[in-house]
């Protein structure tokens, strides 16, 4: 996504004014800062360049003369053969920064990113080399806009509750395994794209990203989502195929017999049997605390280590069904769904095949 900004005319001939787009213009390293100071010297002053658009060349080295442009807000160098960002490109008073499909590093980042007047909006590194996720963005209180795809980044920060202005965080096709429960605190975030990594789990706090709009899932690792996916009201977009959840959504558990210890304590919390330390060791007692209640409704036992997984369908907003692992004291526990996914009518069926299949 490019933004273009300009002045507060919205007239064309101005936005031009203010333009040089010289992408896909054939630029090398060798002859980019002769082009960029000779379109400088014979169209206009270099003060009144405000976007620089040099994508889809063949240009390896940054070229100086775009420090020149002091009112540089929008820089879009993408799909180049950038090995490094120089240290001076933060004294630009940059809104908007794109070097997608380089070769950049984490090591050939500037050691900040935090450019003049602190305003920077858009950062899209996707396409990279990039190992880990930056740290340099961690400094970035007004970012909205966060890319970081098609990289080789293993873990997202857990400081990213930093970056409390968000709206979009795209993480797709990286090797990320877990997400941090942080994530929970970017209130303002719309997107999150997490898809083609290796996430096995979600954290709960996903339920609290109240403004998310999309949530994309797919090809990962995931056995189920948590519960409180289903509270993200303004969710629109979901997409999970290709994860074990969906091969898996069938009733699927795994039961071994429980111990006699456990059979014992069921049968202590389920028939209210009163005792305290006085009657069993304080370990007992403690362990008979740790009792969870069956989610099925209709059922008043519990369990302790041992415990039937099951995937069930569970409406959402009334936008899709969505499977999630819900944990029962037995497999008697398993009340049968009214309709299976195949003969499920109307949009709902529809949409539940959207889900998970795409």
Known sequence: MLEVYTSDSSDSDSREQKTFNLGRSGLTTKNADDVLLAQ?????????IETVL?????ISDFPATILKFVNLKVLDISS???TRLPEEIVQLPLITLIVKNNLLTNKSLPKSLNFKNGNLKELNLSGNMLTHFPDQALE???LRYLYLGANKISNISKDIWKMSSLQI???GGNLIAEVPETVGSLHHLQALTLCDNAIENLPTSIGELRNLKSLLLHRNRLKHLPRNIITLKNLTELSLRDNPLVVRFVQDMALNPPSLLELAARTVRTSAIEYGPQDVPMTL???LRSANCCVNP??????????????????????????LMQYLCSSKCIEPTPSSSHSEPGASGYMMRKVLLG
Request: proline share 2%; hydrophobic share 30%.
């Open 298 to 323: 209709k059922c008043r036992g519990v369990f302790f280590d041992n415990r039937v997984e099951h995937i069930k369908f569970v409406d959402f907003c009334g936008k899709y069904r969505v499977p």
């Open 285 to 287: 007692v403690e362990y």
């Open 140 to 142: 970035l209180k007004s």
């Open 80 to 82: 180049n053969s950038l």
């Open 169 to 171: 965080l795209s993480l």
């Open 40 to 48: 400088s010297a014979s169209n206009k002053k270099s003060t009144d």
């Open 54 to 58: 040099i994508n889809n060349n063949r």
